[in-house]
């Protein structure tokens, strides 16, 4: 199955699954959800069988962004930190979304009880590991941060990688699975509930008319009462794009020449840290690698990151083979904590669900129980903690600052701050640049057969210049995070609309 990007992740390597054609006809939806991940998927399930019509709208195939491309840790030991969200937000709301991490594993474990759905969910135990004096003080903290909200974790004396360690904590109650295999099964019972989905379909415009959204799309208008955006940042320029940071993530799957593969999910406390699980791989173990997160488009050798990472992994453990090797998108959020509820500055019926964070497994699915209670209009413990609209002037006032600042510098730096000048002619096979060429900012791609592809690097969204990812061979851009592939095609928004073709060779 395809993905936003050139690297094939574990979880859809030989997953090919067809959605049915199904008619839509002209009679309006109860809500239209953009976008088939985890939080488009869950929404969708919980609506349909809440009683709701619902469509969803896929601008590529199902699961073609992150939800293929997680290592999905279902943890509740999220990567912004408990001490940190008890700083900003108070202690009774931190255990607030202790408490959601919880539901979110139960409601995971749910749908797989009643759906009984095979995809290789195991319980693990999860722990944290420090490397220095400096650390040991934050394992510390952080410890006491689990406890306050009632998180259980305790001091270990192991841990299960061969990692030279300090201190460390463990803390049970965590758990992995097979993402895909669990939102195919998702995707069967929606279709069974009566639900529809629309792949290759790519929303252009959002109008209200008459109290019903019609949304204009490259397959047609379709129309419904509510609309829920679950394709990371909504498209538009809004709050927040202002408040959410695009960052990509690397992935190793390696296959170890002896049995050191850890059974639990283990995570360093490194800036950016390493995070380890094991899961399957054609009937034999499969170690999974993580971390080198870098923000989206600021990184100029995205292969250097790869092999940064693998380097690390093997200076740890026996390496026999690399089968998989994958980058993937997510969000942070400026204050911490993901915004989810409606879309500030719109109307009542325009939902957003962004800024997971790390933890999008957790998110995306707690995400689905939001939004899907806001719109039957039943009361949600979590609504207004995790609303888009909130006002917290000094929660992650100096993160948003700092995320700011670094927008508002490729809003207008960039154009002065283009390499200088170089011919087309100079890049090497599958090299991507943005060059200078006659005055003119090109972004200029050479595939491996010495074709040329050219395209105006400024982002349709918002007007950034987009960097080139070697990796995914994708143009990425660093304000928002859009996507696109070699042609200028959208591979992920918020931008809508293709990069200029100038020509090619
Ligand atoms: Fe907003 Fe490119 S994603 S300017």
């Known amino acids: 199955m395809n993905r936003d990007a050139f690297t094939t992740t574990l979880w859809q390597d030989g997953f090919n699954i067809r959605i ?8 309006p939806f109860d809500v239209i959800i953009v976008g088939a991940g985890i939080t488009g998927i869950t929404t969708g399930l919980l609506l349909q069988r809440a009683g709701k019509k619902c469509l969803i709208l896929e601008a590529h195939t199902v699961c073609f962004g992150t939800s293929s491309a997680t290592t999905a840790h279902l943890n509740t030991v999220l990567d912004n930190t408990y001490p940190g969200l008890i700083k900003k937000f108070g202690a009774n709301n931190a255990l607030l979304i202790a408490q959601g991490a919880k539901e979110a594993i139960h409601l995971i474990k749910a749908h797989i009880r009643h759906y009984q759905i095979d995809c290789d969910f195991e319980e693990k135990t999860g722990y944290l590991y420090a490397q220095n004096k400096k650390e040991d003080a934050e394992l510390e903290t952080l410890l006491e941060g689990m406890l306050t909200v009632g998180i259980e974790a305790a001091p270990s004396l192991t841990t299960p990688v061969p990692v030279p360690f300090t201190t460390a904590i463990r803390f049970p109650e965590q758990a992995q699975f097979h993402p895909l295999k669990y939102l195919f099964a998702l995707i069967h019972q929606f279709l069974a509930a009566g639900g529809t989905i629309r792949e290759a379909t790519m929303v252009q415009q959002v109008a209200e008319k008459e ?4 949304v204009f799309t490259t397959t047609g208008v379709y129309r419904a009462t509510d609309i829920v955006y679950a394709t990371h940042i909504p498209p538009g320029v809004n709050l927040l794009h202002f408040r959410c940071a695009p960052y990509r993530s ?6 170890l020449k002896d049995n050191s593969y850890p059974d639990a999910l283990v995570y360093d406390i490194e800036d950016p840290y390493h995070y380890f699980r094991t899961a399957r791989y ?3 173990p499969l170690l999974i690698i993580g971390g080198c997160d870098h923000k989206t488009g600021h990184e100029v050798n995205t292969e250097q990151v790869f092999r940064e990472l693998e380097a690390y992994a093997a200076s740890y453990f026996n390496i026999g083979s690399v089968p998989y090797r994958w ?15 409606l879309l500030p500055g719109n109307d009542d019926h325009l939902y957003v669900a962004t800024g997971y964070s790390g933890n999008g497994m957790i998110f995306g699915t707690l995400a689905g129980r ?6 039957t209009g039943v ?19 100096t993160n948003f600052i700092k995320e700011n600042a670094d927008v508002v510098k490729h809003f207008i730096g960039d154009r002065l701050s283009v390499e200088t000048l170089e011919v087309l002619a100079a890049l090497a096979p599958g090299e991507g640049k943005v060059v200078k060429y006659d005055g003119q900012s090109i972004a200029a791609y050479k595939d491996p057969q010495g074709k040329i592809f050219t395209l105006d690097p400024v982002c349709p969204h918002a007007g950034c210049l987009v960097q080139w990812n070697n990796a995914e061979r994708s143009w990425d851009c660093p304000c928002h995070g859009s996507r696109f592939d070699v042609t200028g095609a959208v591979l992920s928004g918020p931008a809508q609309k293709a990069l200029e073709q100038l020509g090619g060779s």
């Open 370 to 375: 939001i939004l899907s209670d806001l719109i």
């Open 211 to 214: 109290n019903v959204r019609e």
């Open 379 to 397: 009361d949600n413990p979590y609504a207004d903690l995790l609303a888009p609209s909130r006002i917290k002037p000094v929660a992650g006032f």
């Open 20 to 27: 049915p054609e199904k008619e839509t006809g002209n009679v």
């Open 250 to 255: 690397y992935v190793l799957g390696i296959r």
């Open 327 to 341: 980058s993937s998108q997510y969000y942070e959020p400026a204050d911490g904590l993901p915004y989810i509820g």
């Open 282 to 284: 054609q009937g034999t």
